[in-house]
């Protein structure tokens, strides 16, 4: 299938897979005899994986050098990696998120607190 009907079956945008491609996280498609590329069903499926993986808060550079999981997770969506591979990457973003969500409450208690100040006159 053509990468308008890829994205639109995976649910993102071609402008998303020539950005994932770029980026290493699927391998470059075949084309046609004119340049236009050439997806099938895995190449869906591991896009699905790769949407899937940053709704969760991953980010495209979190899931590079990971790319050849994303076949795996997409043969088996409950799969954990065996080798724990995630696990760092997994556990760096969940320190930046929980670090983002204490910055997040302060600036919301002072702008909280300084609501409540009586004004001037």
Known sequence: MRIGDAAAAAGTTPRALRLYEQRGLLPPPART????????????????????????GLTIEDLRGHAESFDLLAADPGR??????????????????????????????????????PGPG
């Open 33 to 56: 005899s004119s340049g236009q590329r050439v997806y099938d069903g895995t190449d869906v499926a591991r896009v699905r994986v790769i949407r899937t993986l940053l709704g969760l």
């Open 80 to 117: 954990r990696c065996a080798n724990n591979s995630g696990g760092p990457v997994v556990r760096h973003r969940l320190a930046v998120l929980d670090a983002e969500i204490a910055r997040l409450t302060r600036l919301r208690a002072a702008l909280a607190a300084a609501a409540l100040r």
